[in-house]
Structure formats: C-alpha cells, structure tokens
C-alpha cells in the first residue's frame, strides 16, 4: 500500500497504524519520505469506537503533521495521543501490548480446555476471580518472578505433558519453560523488574528441568 501510495507522488501525511514491527514501520515510512509525503507511525489499541471505552491511537514521529492528525479526532470515540518518540516507537507499543494480551488469551483457552477434561472448569473459575489485580501494570513485580523461576521451568514442562496427554498443543509451555530457564541463575539474588527484563536479552537459558 505505501509504494502504491508512494507511486503516485503523495505529498500529505501518511499514517500507518496496522499492528506491525517497528522495522517494518521504518520500511514504510522510508517509502513514503522518500516520494515527498510525510510518514507517521501509528497503533491502535483498544475495543472499536462506541462503548464507554474507545480505542486509544497513538502516533509518533514528526510532532507537527502528528498534531494534525490528533487534531481530527476531536470530540470523536477515539483519544489519539502522540508520542515524542521517532517512527517505531507506536509500533513497538502495540506489539508489546499485543503480545500480552493475545498470549494470555491463549493461554486461557488452554487452561480451561485442560480443566474441562478433568472436571475442574468450576474450580478454575474460582481460583481465576481470586487472582491479582492486572498483571501488565505490575512491572515491579517481575523481580519476585524471577527470583522464584528456577522452580516453575520444570513445572511448566509437567504442564506441557499434561497438555499433549489432554490433547492440546503444549508448544507455549514448553516455550514458557525455555524463558524461565534464563532467570534460574538469579534463584538467591534480589533483582529488580530492570535486572529480570535484561536477563531475558542477554542470559543463557538455565540448567534446570528443561535441558
């Protein structure tokens, strides 16, 4: 779409905001700089406009054609919110929100679709409405994660068997147990949410149930 558009000398502001990478992003709007238009990085989250809760735009790039754009939404079912960040940064934020918020809800299917083979589905249920407040909020508590993790690889693969046995894919538990497996190293440590996230980059997957 941006090289159809682009083809054709478009000189305006061009606004990308499909859940996309922030390299393809960066793609998209080199196409569009390079024909003379204006490229913005856009993302949408939230439900579709006309409930109590509209959807969120957020924009970065150029903050004086992003001013333009969040001055179209005025009074609408949409709240745009510009970012002072360079081109990607939208994208970066819905694929980072997105990839919670989809992983869970698989994740979901999969919990209630092994407690419905063993008749547990009411007990699920409870235990889900006794839970912790919303978990993406709570960035600090990701070094308490971290410090218990060398304890959860091996039951994470325990929970994949008995997803293959239930016949349900397992490939997210096994995966879950391969990410956990980079804190183990900081079993007696005191890490903060910064120290967990860095681990996660940089750390060699730990010597625990899953090797």
Request: glycine fraction near 10%; proline fraction near 6%; avoid cysteine.
């Amino acid at each position: 779409m941006a090289r159809a558009v682009a083809a054709r000398a478009f000189r305006g502001i061009y606004v990308d905001a499909n859940a996309i990478s922030p390299s393809r992003a960066s793609e998209i709007a080199s196409v569009i700089a390079e024909a003379g238009g204006t490229p913005l990085d856009g993302s949408i989250i939230g439900p579709p406009p006309g409930g109590s809760i509209g959807a969120r735009l957020y924009l970065s790039g150029e903050p004086g054609p992003g001013a333009q754009v969040v001055k179209l939404f005025t009074d609408t079912k949409v709240d745009p919110r510009l970012l002072d960040r360079p081109i990607g940064a939208a994208s970066a934020l819905k694929m980072a929100f997105a990839s919670y918020q989809k992983s869970a809800r698989t994740l979901v299917g999969l919990a209630h679709g092994l407690a419905d083979e063993h008749g547990v589905t009411d007990q699920l249920v409870e235990e889900g409405r006794k839970m912790a407040g919303p978990l993406l909020a709570d960035r600090e508590y990701l070094g308490s994660v971290a410090r218990r993790a060398w304890r959860w690889d091996a039951e994470m693969l325990e929970i994949a068997a008995a997803l293959d046995e239930a016949g349900f894919p397992a490939d997210l538990a096994r995966a879950t147990a391969e990410v956990l497996g980079r804190w183990e190293s900081l079993k007696d440590a005191r890490p903060t949410a910064t120290d967990a996230i860095e681990y996660l980059r940089t750390a060699r997957p730990g010597v625990g149930g899953h090797q």
